[in-house]
């Protein structure tokens, strides 16, 4: 029986993609649908590895499995690193990501392209009955679009611009974003960590 993994996520995006990128180990990728009264806890604005670390615990004790959470965010050097940590709640609470990403271009009004370096970083926990926790981290760097472009992905996809491909994240299919995504480098940073203590099977590197 192939050992199991419990996304601490709700998100739809977040599950699709952690999905595609766990399958080369062999894993029974396990959500939180299965646990329908698991809450998780709310995330804080300490760090991204501390938000990640109380959802993986929370899922861990509750499910006695290894848990995975991430806590993600675009951080833009024009902004001042902003928004950061804030990401999922920028320009406030009720917004949809299509408000969100309105809200970022109209902060960066005209700032020009060489001045609109971003990046996408990805924290990840986790979590074994046992007692061990890890924590990495992925990166993946670009720029700021001036418009938003593609249909896919979600969140910030549409104006978080790969220079060397000329294309936003929701311009890419799912397998060219797992590739080059930040939580492709995070998984690839954890895959070592989860063969050792699951003893999973290590496939071919999506990256």
């Given at each position: 029986m192939n050992p199991e993994l419990v996304l601490a996520t709700g998100n739809p995006g977040k599950i699709a993609e952690f999905s595609l990128l766990l399958e080369a180990l062999g894993l029974r990728v396990r959500t939180l649908n299965e646990f329908p009264a698991l809450g998780l806890p709310p995330e804080g604005d300490c760090s991204y590895a501390a938000n990640a670390l109380v959802k993986a615990r929370?899922?861990?004790?509750?499910?006695?499995?290894?848990?995975?959470?991430d806590d993600s965010g675009l951080e833009v050097d024009a902004l001042g690193g902003a928004?950061?940590?804030?990401?999922?709640?920028?320009?406030?609470?009720?917004?949809?990501?299509q408000e969100r990403v309105q809200h970022l271009l109209a902060a960066l009004g005209g700032i020009r392209e060489e001045r609109r370096a971003a990046r996408f970083r990805c924290?990840?926990?986790?979590?074994?009955?046992?007692?061990?926790?890890?924590?990495?981290?992925?990166?993946?760097?670009?720029?700021?679009?001036?418009?938003?472009?593609?249909?896919?992905?979600f969140g910030y996809d549409p104006i978080f611009e790969i220079p060397a491909l000329g294309r936003t994240f929701a311009e890419l299919s799912s397998s060219e974003k797992a590739r080059v995504s930040h939580r492709a480098r995070a998984i690839e940073a954890a895959r070592p960590i989860l063969e050792r203590w699951l003893g999973c099977r290590g496939g071919a590197s999506s990256l």
């Amino acid at each position: 029986m192939n050992p199991e993994l419990v996304l601490a996520t709700g998100n739809p995006g977040k599950i699709a993609e952690f999905s595609l990128l766990l399958e080369a180990l062999g894993l029974r990728v396990r959500t939180l649908n299965e646990f329908p009264a698991l809450g998780l806890p709310p995330e804080g604005d300490c760090s991204y590895a501390a938000n990640a670390l109380v959802k993986a615990r929370a899922v861990t004790r509750a499910t006695q499995l290894c848990a995975l959470a991430d806590d993600s965010g675009l951080e833009v050097d024009a902004l001042g690193g902003a928004p950061g940590l804030l990401s999922a709640r920028y320009g406030g609470p009720g917004l949809t990501d299509q408000e969100r990403v309105q809200h970022l271009l109209a902060a960066l009004g005209g700032i020009r392209e060489e001045r609109r370096a971003a990046r996408f970083r990805c924290v990840v926990a986790l979590t074994v009955p046992w007692g061990q926790e890890a924590v990495v981290e992925g990166i993946a760097e670009g720029r700021i679009a001036p418009a938003a472009r593609g249909t896919g992905g979600f969140g910030y996809d549409p104006i978080f611009e790969i220079p060397a491909l000329g294309r936003t994240f929701a311009e890419l299919s799912s397998s060219e974003k797992a590739r080059v995504s930040h939580r492709a480098r995070a998984i690839e940073a954890a895959r070592p960590i989860l063969e050792r203590w699951l003893g999973c099977r290590g496939g071919a590197s999506s990256l």
